[in-house]
């Protein structure tokens, strides 16, 4: 039997870019309405799932090293066969022992990441999970998908606590099984397409199969404690499917906001969806400055409410009910970052997606990802790791090239996590860069919070607003794509205000927290001579 | 006293450019030639009995393997001990402390020191992508040549207020000087506000606070002062010189407004020469950027720290000036082909000492010139040269 387990806290991860439906629709002859969200050329499905992750842990307050596992679920895998697992799990600060797993293959890996981590922690094989969905689809230029798919990552902490305090619960499930063919994408395929007739889709596949999955969760529901579902967080293939499952099954479509601003964001749909409902759920004054502190409610909430996740993708529908007695950390300010974005052209949207590409022959990295430097310098590089010094507290960076101190000589150096926010000490913006460099291009040398110094990238979107002393806080992204394999590390953001304006020209690279993630626990094992 | 255990007897270049129809060897034969032509009672080719080679950017500009037997056997001197060194962008001028040191070892008692670049072999968009994408992964990526030095220009004006006129009368200053050297890659005068309204490269520096990618070979001639005589009667002597090396990336320094290596480098040059700052006729410094020169004449004691803007803009290192900065059109306008950079402002300091410089002739009064280059990843490696026409 299924036991109730505790949801903790939730985190979002909004791509940088959105372009208008019409924009799209009028290079191929046809018209539109609406937005999709775009991933920027440094973000893809990992580095959203790595926003949603952390944020989700910050509101938990929980240290990555507790985690029993990593759960994501994400229909494009940044490699395809690879360690994308790794990647995250060690960008996160997981301990390397520590399990989970990776869900693909269509745009249900996201519920399936979810049930599983239930699973695990209701089997006793974990006690706290972290689920991530992260979607950044690739449609086909040209095809019907193009004005649909949009990108975006939800995060869950879930945990075994029965403890009566936490905010929410995962209390039922349902799921089925249709063996039919929508989206497509073929192993040698680089985009999705559409495979099947619209209607077809919706009359005989999508509606018959979530309504049952969502009518088997609401028979389901009361006897594990929730009188009924009264809010849906569904995928959402063509922005109309959503509301015509909920006119089927009653109710509200809390994920109709999620797909109006962002498109359809495949695996995170339903979680997204979950993450719109538990904030506007928590309803109250909204002058609360954390985005992970909650307003404090000024309605007492008799009755739990029901928010039902129902997923779809190939050929497989999964919901599960999430009771919610309180306000759940980290989804204060969902709607407002929702709501930003920096709006681009159908060619940079091409661009930055990587299906438009100059014909010019990249210089390639000094050292391939494949090589035995990234090997000693994946761990340092995905963890922001420096070698601070016994004698004279200098912190040098990377620990790998550093067998001495470089303050003052000294060879007594400890592995430590560096800081994640810091001020600008002075910096750079590159206005001219060849191929595959993209200008303008800021490098910042950032003196961190806790007194290192580190050189890293900045974000474009700033380099008007950059000056010294400038507060930035330091988020993963991907660095470059190298002879084909992706390379992540951090880069420098400012820190802007929050603001509630609409979409323009404001950027969302203040998405998510400010705080520091914890990467507490110290790895052991061998790190080269430099750890003592 | 000044060490003076080397003296140089001939020194010559060729023109400074996009030499496309003159490939590494020819170039380096042109030095060469010049460089013998110039020895005034005449100089037997075969009278080298070594050589010190440099050439910094081998493998990245399409010179693949160039290794010490290059050279030698396009000039001829096939079979002669020869030596390639590579120092960063002060490759040339290592090479020529390497060379003085070989000489007053005793081991040679002639030594040639020639540099030679070729840079224009590969697109400059290449030139400037490889160096962008190579060292770390994250850490140095996308840290081209500018990128080096534009971080300092953004703090020497936020501690000091130095101004981007300022930074701009360094480019005009140099182009002045270029027209006046029949070397120089660049020969034309601009002005403050051609340079502010350059393309921007690297902010804040511009199209015209950068030097150019140049192709270009330099070539000097060593022997021991006993032995000057047979080749002239006006030798100018190696006096001192220094080497410091500093960490290679800009996340470990500990201060942006200053070049350590360039301290260093000078503190040691001057106590070898037993001279200062104030006894030099000239200098001969590494102008890359506008913001290096004001680094420099900082750095290596001509002005107090954080005054290098203002006196520039004053006139005080210009020809006439109370220190002379880079007569020879420095980096700005006669060029940077990295390897033959050193050399050729060492040819520059031996021309002017002898006061054979033409119509960029500067005041000979103390009889010693400096010459300075600071480069490599992070600006780690710095060396300055002094030379003297006192025995």
């Known amino acids: ?532 | 006293m000044s060490w003076n255990r080397v003296a140089v007897v001939g020194a010559g270049l060729i023109k400074f450019g996009e030499l496309f129809e003159q490939s590494y060897e020819q170039m380096a034969s042109g030095a060469f030639e010049a460089a013998v032509a110039s020895v005034d009672k005449g100089f037997e080719p075969s009278a080298v009995e070594a050589a010190i080679v440099a050439t910094q950017r081998g493998t990245l500009w399409g010179q693949e393997g160039i290794g010490g037997n290059t050279v030698p056997t396009a000039l001829g001197l096939a079979g002669i001990p020869c030596t390639r060194v590579e120092n960063a962008c002060p490759s040339g001028s290592d090479a020529f402390r390497i060379g003085a040191m070989a000489v007053a070892s005793g081991v040679h008692d002639v030594v040639l020191v020639i540099g030679v670049e070729k840079m224009r072999d590969k697109s400059s968009q290449e030139g400037l992508l490889a160096r962008a994408a190579a060292g770390h992964p994250l850490y140095n990526r996308g840290e081209t040549a500018p990128v080096l030095f534009a971080p300092y220009a953004t703090r020497h004006m936020h501690e000091f207020g130095t101004t981007p006129e300022m930074l701009a009368s360094v480019a005009v200053k140099n182009h002045h000087n270029g027209c006046l050297d029949p070397y120089a890659h660049f020969q034309n005068e601009i002005t403050i506000e051609q340079v502010l309204a350059s393309p921007p490269v690297c902010r804040p520096l511009r199209l015209l606070d950068c030097c150019p990618q140049t192709d270009g070979a330099a070539a000097m001639i060593l022997t021991t002062p006993d032995r000057a005589a047979l080749y002239t009667d006006k030798p100018v002597f190696v006096a001192g010189f220094g080497v410091a090396t500093d960490h290679p990336y800009l996340h470990e320094k500990t201060s942006f407004v200053g070049l350590p290596a360039t301290v260093a480098a000078a503190g040691r040059a001057f106590d070898m020469a037993g001279l200062g700052p104030a006894d030099m006729d000239m200098a001969e410094v590494h102008d890359c950027f506008t913001i290096t020169e004001i680094l420099d004449v900082e750095d290596l004691g001509f002005f107090d720290k954080g005054k290098g803007g203002p006196a520039t803009l004053e006139g005080e290192t210009a020809l006439d000036g109370r220190i002379p900065v880079n007569p020879s059109g420095g980096l700005l306008a006669k060029g940077h082909p990295i390897g033959a950079t050193g050399v050729a402002q060492l040819t520059e300091c031996y021309w002017q000492l002898r006061e054979e410089a033409g119509d960029r002739q500067v005041a000979i009064r103390s009889g010693n010139a400096l010459q300075h280059n600071v480069g490599g990843r992070g600006s780690g490696v710095s060396v300055v040269n002094i030379l003297t026409r006192n025995p």
């Open chain 1, 1 to 532: 039997m299924t036991t109730g387990i505790a949801l903790l806290s939730a985190g979002f991860g909004v791509p940088s870019l959105r372009v208008g439906v019409e924009e799209i629709a009028a290079a191929w002859g046809g018209g539109g309405r609406g937005q999709v969200a775009v991933c920027d050329a440094d973000e893809d499905s990992l580095t959203l799932a790595w926003q949603a992750a952390s944020d989700a842990l910050v509101a938990a307050g929980i240290d990555a090293g507790a985690l029993s596992g990593l759960w994501w679920g994400t229909a494009r895998p940044p490699m395809a066969e690879g360690p994308s697992h790794a990647f995250l799990a060690t960008a996160l600060g997981l301990e390397p022992e520590t399990g989970g797993a990776l869900f693909s293959g269509s745009p249900h890996a996201g519920m399936e990441a979810l049930v599983a981590a239930w699973d695990a922690i209701a089997a006793g094989h974990a006690s706290v999970a972290l689920v991530v969905a992260s979607d950044a689809l690739l449609p086909g230029i040209g095809t019907a998908t193009e004005t649909e798919c949009g990108a975006g990552a939800a995060a869950l902490v879930l945990s075994a606590s029965t403890a009566a305090a936490a905010p929410a619960r995962l209390v039922a499930r349902a799921t089925v099984s249709m063996p039919v063919i929508d989206r497509y994408r073929g192993d040698r395929q680089e985009a999705t397409a559409e495979v099947y007739d619209g209607r077809l889709f919706r009359e005989e596949v999508f509606l018959p199969l979530l309504t049952q999955v969502g009518e088997n969760l609401k028979e389901a529901a009361p006897a594990a404690g929730v009188a009924s579902v009264a809010r849906w967080a569904a995928s959402d293939p063509d922005g109309k499917l959503g509301s015509g499952l909920v006119r089927r099954l009653g109710g509200e479509l809390s994920s109709a906001t999620v797909r109006s601003a962002l498109g359809d964001t495949g695996c995170a749909a339903p979680l997204l969806g979950l993450v719109a409902a538990l904030e506007s759920a928590s309803s109250g004054d909204p002058g609360s400055a954390s985005t992970n502190d909650p307003p404090a409610s000024d309605e007492s909430d008799s009755s739990p409410l029901g928010v039902g996740l129902i997923g779809y993708g190939g050929g497989r529908a999964s919901a599960v009910a999430v009771e919610v007695t309180g306000p759940v950390p980290g989804t204060y300010g969902f709607g407002e970052k929702l709501a930003l974005g920096r709006r681009v052209g159908y060619v940079e949207s091409l661009n930055v997606r990587g299906q438009l590409q100059p014909m010019t022959d990249p210089i390639p990295m000094g050292v391939p990802p494949g090589s035995a430097a990234f090997v000693r310098g994946n761990v340092e590089m995905l963890r922001l790791e420096g070698a601070k010094c016994s004698a004279c507290g200098t912190v040098s960076v990377p620990p790998s090239i550093h067998p001495t101190c470089t303050g003052c000589g000294g060879t007594e150096l400890k592995v430590v996590a560096l800081a994640r926010s810091g001020r600008v000490q002075t910096f750079v913006v590159n206005q001219t860069m060849p191929a595959p460099f993209q200008a303008p291009l800021p490098l910042v040398v950032i003196d961190l919070d806790d007194g290192a110094r580190l050189m890293l990238q900045g974000s474009p979107a700033d380099s008007e607003q950059l000056s010294i002393d400038t507060p930035v806080e330091l988020k993963l992204r991907r660095y470059a794509v190298e002879r084909g394999v992706p390379v992540y590390g951090y880069k420098a953001f400012a820190t802007s205000s929050r603001s509630t304006s609409g979409p323009g020209d404001l950027s969302a690279s203040d998405q998510g927290s400010g705080a520091t993630v914890n990467g507490s626990a110290r790895r052991s094992g061998k790190l080269g001579a430099t750890a003592k």
